[in-house]
């Protein structure tokens, strides 16, 4: 290699310069895809924050015209299905979900995605909050939408319908008393739904979400094993059931990095729940998962 020329040098310098241009240029539209619900306020840090200061935050700012067009695409399933368990199969984008959060695993899974561009969106659990309310408010304040996965990780279909009301209302309260958005979807704990609960979820205007694809990482696997799952069992617009809560996530953080590179090797676009109703919305027929772990 020439590495004494200046010309080269120049060159190089230059090909460094585009190649940062197309790297800011890139983290810019992993910004623009972070999509979210996440909480208002000054004390921004992470993704969100700096889409805001490119955007602006006020009214018909970028953020905010995306959290607009969010919530709309929410609205507009939730009005025509209860529930779903993918996005549309046309376009090449999927979701990564993580449930049973906010717990001590959470910051770790937060940075990798930050690390990353990566967006996806956490069905929380409000018991949790009272231990990890901070943990949840970074995650909103990070741009990533928090969503309602009960209070007590109940199955739901066992309880009473005021109960599953307060199940329901109390994890709303949790998430909102964290800085986050009014939820606006609901994943039952493993999956099971009954017509009262989806109901009682519907009406507070959460739309039930399930998923097409289990990584399986309760089981704790491997991350081999996990990566596998995800990466191999993806198809346009799944949903992907991960977990950063409810046990030892060692695996799941050890998987992540590499799912996140294999969906995007296989050309996936990573999204929020909210950003795949809006690009791509669910159409038709919408078979459950079976029960599992959620
Ligand atoms: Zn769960």
Known sequence: MRVSSDGVHQRRRRVAAVALLALAAAIAWAIGSLGGSGGGGPEHSGFAARLARIGGSGDGSL?????????????R????????????????????????????????????????????????????????????????SAGYPLANHTWGHLQMPTLSPSDQASELDRASEAIKSAGGATPNLYRPPFGAVDDSSVKAANKRGMLVVLWDVDTLDWERPGADAIVANAVEGARPGSIILMHDG?????????????????????????????????????????TPPPVGQA
């Open 246 to 286: 409810g046990g030892d996530r060692s695996e799941t953080l050890a998987a992540l990095p590499r799912i996140i590179s294999g969906l995007r090797a296989k050309g996936f676009r990573l999204v929020t729940i909210p950003r795949l109703l809006d690009e791509s919305p669910p159409q038709g027929e919408q």
């Open 77 to 140: 399933t939730v009005s025509s299905m209860p529930k779903i368990v993918s996005g549309g199969r046309g376009a090449p984008l999927v979701a990564l979900t993580f449930d049973d959060g906010p717990s001590e695993w959470t910051p770790r899974i937060l940075e990798i995605l930050e690390r990353e561009g990566a967006p996806a969106t956490f069905f929380t659990v409000g018991g949790m909050f009272s231990a990890f309310g901070s943990t949840a408010s970074a995650v909103a």
């Open 63 to 75: 953020r905010q015209r995306r959290e607009a067009a969010d919530a709309e695409a929410v609205k």
